[in-house]
């Protein structure tokens, strides 16, 4: 009795991997290094990114978008990221200019099927700006294959203005369009930052369009303790999340997180601190809590089960 019980759920076990497939994916703005004022105020591009792979390489992420990627960063995140290859086109012509908003990929965990892009504008098929935008915005996308599994799934990633309020609304619609006439009832990861939080209506447009879930509502275990963008402070605590992960109803959520890592950087004028707290032989010097980028990342553990596709 005893052993049919545990070849009973032998059976159950291998059904279950046979029918689900976990994936780890996450969003990331790393800030653009445009602004001379980041490296001046200590946050510059050449400190951070070595940070920014060894975050994402000790958080296993699989597949993720990016956000305001210049072309000289997209060459050291891929140089930081052995493993790992990538999809996208700059922004401003369609090649390497101005901010990609990349999809990077772990290629020993899937396979490229196809790639594109469109532009966030009534005109998708051209670097342009759409609606009250006041920058060129893009999408990208690719289907994907999981090596291990065999399934196929879309990703889907972006960068919402950050001034138009209409542009962002027809976003929204605009890409859900393109979801539901290029991918059918397959599975779909939408990515990116929106630029408004949950409460505003280019958000709703998604989550509530019987299409997507926000991956945050759906987790079943939820680790954000705060939202998403900091203003480079660590001090700073906000509700609102700006960087979303949208799914389709085909993957459970197993965990949500908004990752607040910070890294020290020496002060100039350090000093050796004493306390009577630690042993002798421990040594503490100050330093300045750092940011990884203005935006937190938030990573996202799914499980695909091909009943519910």
């Known amino acids: 009795m005893r052993k049919s019980f545990f070849s009973f759920v032998a ?39 070595p940070y920014i792979a060894q975050m ?29 290859d990538y999809i996208g086109v700059g922004r401003d012509d369609g090649k390497t200019a101005g901010e990609y908003a990349p999809i990077f990929y772990k290629k020993e965990k899937v396979e490229l099927i196809k790639t594109g892009n469109f532009w966030l504008s009534q005109q998708t ?19 994907f294959k999981d090596k ?22 027809e976003s929204a619609k605009l890409v859900l369009s393109k979801i539901k006439e290029m991918c059918g009832n397959d599975p779909v990861i939408l990515t990116g930052d929106f630029n408004v939080d949950q ?38 605590k906000t509700d609102s999340r700006i960087d979303h992960v949208f799914v389709t109803n085909s993957f459970v ?24 707290n630690f042993p002798k032989e421990v040594s503490l010097k100050e330093y300045d809590a750092r940011l990884l980028s203005d935006h937190f990342p938030v990573r996202v553990e799914l499980t695909f089960d091909k009943k519910k596709k």
């Not at 959520?253 to 009577?276: A, C, H, I, M, W």
């Open 11 to 49: 059976v159950v076990f291998c059904v279950f991997c046979l029918n689900a497939q976990n994936l780890t994916v996450a969003t990331f703005n790393v800030r653009n290094d445009s602004n001379t004022e980041d490296a001046k105020n200590g946050n510059g591009w050449s400190q951070r990114y």
């Open 125 to 143: 098929e051209f670097p342009n700006k759409g609606w009250d935008a006041v920058l060129p915005r893009i999408c990208t996308w690719g289907e």
């Open 199 to 236: 409460t505003h209506e280019s958000y709703r447009l998604l989550n509530e369009s019987g299409v997507l879930n926000d991956s945050f509502e759906k987790a079943q275990i939820r680790y954000a303790l705060n939202g998403t963008f900091n203003a480079w402070d660590p001090d700073l």
């Open 56 to 84: 994402i390489l000790f958080n296993g992420f699989d597949v993720f978008g990016a956000q305001e990627v210049l072309h000289h960063q997209l060459n050291d995140l891929l140089g930081s990221l052995p493993g790992y």
């Open 148 to 169: 291990d599994g065999k399934f196929r799934f879309w990703f889907f990633n972006l960068h919402m203005d950050h001034v138009g309020v209409i542009a962002r609304q």
């Open 253 to 276: 959520v197993n965990k949500y997180g908004v990752l607040t890592d910070t890294y020290r950087s020496p002060r100039v004028d350090s000093k050796t601190v004493q306390s009577g």
